[in-house]
Nanobody, 127 residues
Framework: QVQLVESGGGLVQAGDSLNLSCTVS????????VGWFRQTPGKEREFAAA????????RYADSLKGRFTISRDNTKNTVYLQMSNLQPEDTADYYC????????????????????WGQGTRVTVSS
């Protein structure tokens, strides 16, 4: 069974940075494309960033380009989301998701494209 565990959320002030981690465990023989999504109460989960299984390709929501950076260390089975210049509107629960992928340039931006999800980590940005 594949499990994803997010960590690194917390309470920060506007302008601060935060680094989220997503550790994937349970299947070492499969390569995974990973995405980060975020959700606020009453709203649908929205795409934030995605990365191909080998890290060659990344994709960001247009509104987050330049502030968020996704990366991965496959030796640690971990994907990171570095967030800078955080603003109150970035307050949300952040989820990582994974799906098997064998194409080095494939990434996915839709929630229905992912098979596995973490429980989420909360990020709160105060003004």
């Amino acid at each position: 069974q594949v499990q994803l565990v997010e960590s690194g959320g917390g309470l920060v002030q506007a302008g601060d940075s935060l680094n989220l981690s997503c550790t994937v465990s349970g299947s070492t023989s499969t390569t995974y494309a990973v995405g980060w999504f975020r959700q606020t109460p009453g709203k649908e989960r929205e795409f934030a960033a995605a990365i191909s299984w080998n890290g060659d390709v990344t994709r960001y929501a247009d509104s987050l380009k330049g502030r968020f950076t996704i990366s991965r260390d496959n030796t640690k089975n971990t994907v990171y989301l570095q967030m800078s210049n955080l603003q109150p509107e970035d307050t949300a629960d952040y989820y990582c998701a994974a799906r098997p992928s064998y194409y080095s340039r494939s990434y996915y931006t839709l929630t229905q494209e992912y098979r596995y999800w973490g429980q989420g980590t909360r990020v709160t940005v105060s003004s």
